[in-house]
């Protein structure tokens, strides 16, 4: 198998900003087509997936294996460069995420799966890994930036789709309106501008979640690292506790998406004199004097709160952007190695 020596984009491929707007028209189209995708091409008995998902992929697969992990289905989730035929067990489905279709890790691990146990979550149609995998969950070629936005949502979307189906069955009323909930998120781009501000100020972002809330924090951190090229990092809520919290200090800033257990940590990370905002459904109390700022997305289930949360970070990198005349687009590195070659 080929690999790239560089980094050549697919079109049709948008601006930021184009793909940012783009996004609640895109997932209520997705939500109304993906029902009948998943009806066709997926079991709703099946009882142990391996996912395979490297960069915004994998960060988007936290809202799948924290759906099916929640309600007893087997879930592991790899990046897929270490994958090979020894791994292979039986009565295991292999689920690749690739936007492009053309990771050479998820090719590589699919490739080394029996063609019958593979399944795939890919935008791109025809691809190398829409070819390895007959039973695909198609995003429909959405047009997303080089930096995700709406490609990104699509993937989380899909999943969250996908974890409903295989636990019960999904929701298709209120996925319907989702991408119209999402679009009243921009009302919130005062508190995005302030967070950018403080991301600006400290040089340095922790995120921090659990469980679907998880995706938005690694999504976040590659989304911050790529469109801003500020370090940013992402911790689960109970490793954070445990000890990374420790280098947090006055004008250190901390996001948070608080599924209802992280309100502790933004407590003591607030009377610290961290820097803290907090994205949740609902409100947390708070009496301490310390830089706590709250956003509340009422009415959200933890899929929907993690694409929401992912949403107002998107916000982020555009109000940064606009302070610093950054384009997010702005290449750093070329990227060798990560592509399979194709013939377009």
């Known amino acids: 198998m080929a690999t790239a020596t560089g980094n050549p984009q697919s079109p049709p491929w948008n601006t930021f900003d184009q793909a940012f707007d783009s996004q609640p ?23 142990r997936l391996v996912v395979f998902g490297i960069g915004a992929s994998r960060a988007a697969a936290h809202v799948l294996t924290a759906g099916l992990t929640a309600r007893g289905v087997s879930c592991e989730l790899l990046t897929g460069a270490d994958f090979t035929a020894e791994h292979v067990r039986p009565g295991t489905t292999y689920l690749g995420i690739s936007q492009s279709g053309r990771s050479v890790e998820i090719v590589r691990a699919l490739s080394a799966a029996p063609a019958e ?21 198609w995003l429909g070629d959405v047009a997303d930036s080089r930096v995700s936005t709406v490609g990104y949502t699509a ?36 508190a995005a ?27 976040g951190s590659l989304l911050f690292r790529e469109g801003l090229t500020i370090p940013a990092s992402a911790f689960d809520t109970r490793s954070y506790l445990h000890g990374f919290m420790d280098s947090a200090k006055p004008g250190t800033v901390h996001l948070i998406v608080n599924r209802g257990s992280e309100a502790l940590l933004a407590r003591q990370l607030a009377d610290h004199g961290s820097t803290v905002h907090l994205i949740g459904a609902d409100p947390i109390e708070y009496g301490g004097g310390g830089p706590l700022h709250q956003i509340h997305l009422p009415g959200l289930s933890d899929a929907e709160l993690s694409i929401a949360a992912s949403v107002i970070f998107q916000m982020v990198v555009q109000e940064a952007c606009a302070t610093t005349g950054r384009h997010p687009e702005d290449p750093v590195f070329t990227r060798l190695d990560t592509k399979v070659v194709t013939a377009a």
């Not at 895109?26 to 079991?43: E, G, S, V």
């Not at 593979?118 to 007959?134: E, G, I, K, Q, Y």
């Not at 999943?159 to 989702?178: C, I, K, N, P, Q």
């Not at 501008?193 to 999504?219: F, I, Y």
């Open 25 to 47: 028209e895109a997932l209520t189209r997705l939500a109304t087509t993906l029902p009948d995708l998943l009806r066709r091409h997926t079991a709703p008995q099946t009882r």
């Open 117 to 137: 146990s593979r399944m795939s979550v890919v935008n791109r149609v025809p691809s190398p890994v829409a070819d390895l995998t007959p039973r695909h969950l």
């Open 193 to 219: 501008s302030r967070m950018a501000a403080d991301l600006l100020a400290a040089g340095h972002v922790d995120l921090v979640s659990s469980g679907a809330g998880l995706a938005a924090a690694e999504g």
């Open 155 to 190: 993937t989380a979307l899909a999943l969250a789709l996908l974890a409903e189906h295989l636990t019960g069955g999904v929701d298709e009323e209120r996925w319907r309106s989702f991408g119209g909930r999402l679009a009243t998120v921009t009302r919130w781009r005062g």
